[in-house]
T-cell receptor, first 111, second 113 residues
Framework: GESVGLHLPTLSVQEGDNSIINCAYS??????FIWYKQESGKGPQFIID?????DKRQGQRVTVLLNKTVKHLSLQIAATQPGDSAVYFC??????????FGAGTTVTVRA | NAGVMQNPRHLVRRRGQEARLRCSPM?????VYWYRQLPEEGLKFMVY????????ESGMPKERFSAEFPKEGPSILRIQQVVRGDSAAYFC???????????FGPGTRLTVT
């Protein structure tokens, strides 16, 4: 099964299910988007990125989708594991270096 | 290759004291960025520095906050006369001179009592 939320601050997902985390961005001029994972007490860790000239990019167990028409970004995690429990942030890069972060979605994986 | 290092990890200050937060970038990285994270919020950009230069401080509060990245030694974020509203997690990131891919440190959690 899948757990999908539209810009929800929290997401609870059963271990083994797929997760979808959504994010809306504000600046149509942003040319680069990144998903970060932040575990409790740690700094953000890079998961995957996508350039604005792409619609989809896949990594290991993760896929990022970009819909520029509605300025929407999503992160899909396949076969969610307990170690995936964390806060997930999308960030857009404005210009060459300045990252602008969203509010984050807390993902809790149920055993 | 050690990652970005920040110290202290936790800092408690009373109102009116000064807070000094340190960040050592990854080896080979000459660009440093500071971000602030309030509870339940995303990170907010504060300042971008290169060695001995402040490139962009558009996210820094106008008063009491300053940052430096000297030729030798770590980058320092300094908060003078701290107030309760300064309580937050402060993250440092670094990137190499060839691109702007940022790697984050573990953060310093500042508590103002």
């Amino acid at each position: 099964g899948e757990s999908v939320g539209l810009h929800l601050p929290t997401l609870s997902v059963q271990e083994g299910d797929n997760s979808i985390i959504n994010c809306a961005y504000s600046n149509s001029a942003s040319d680069y988007f990144i998903w970060y994972k932040q575990e409790s007490g740690k700094g953000p860790q890079f998961i995957i990125d996508i350039r604005s000239n792409m619609d989809k990019r896949q990594g290991q167990r993760v896929t990022v989708l970009l819909n520029k028409t509605v300025k929407h970004l999503s992160l899909q995690i396949a076969a969610t594991q307990p170690g995936d429990s964390a806060v997930y942030f999308c960030a857009e890069k404005k210009g060459s270096y300045k990252l602008s972060f969203g509010a984050g979605t807390t993902v809790t994986v149920r055993a | 290759n050690a990652g970005v290092m920040q110290n202290p990890r936790h800092l408690v200050r009373r109102r009116g004291q000064e807070a000094r937060l340190r960040c050592s970038p990854m080896k080979g990285h000459s660009h440093v960025y500071w971000y602030r994270q309030l509870p339940e919020e995303g990170l907010k950009f504060m300042v971008y520095l290169q060695k001995e230069n402040i490139i962009d401080e558009s996210g820094m509060p106008k008063e009491r906050f300053s940052a430096e990245f000297p030729k030798e030694g770590p980058s320092i974020l300094r908060i003078q006369q701290v107030v309760r509203g300064d309580s937050a997690a402060y993250f440092c990131a670094s990137s190499p001179p060839s691109n702007y891919e940022q790697y984050f440190g573990p953060g310093t959690r500042l508590t103002v009592t």
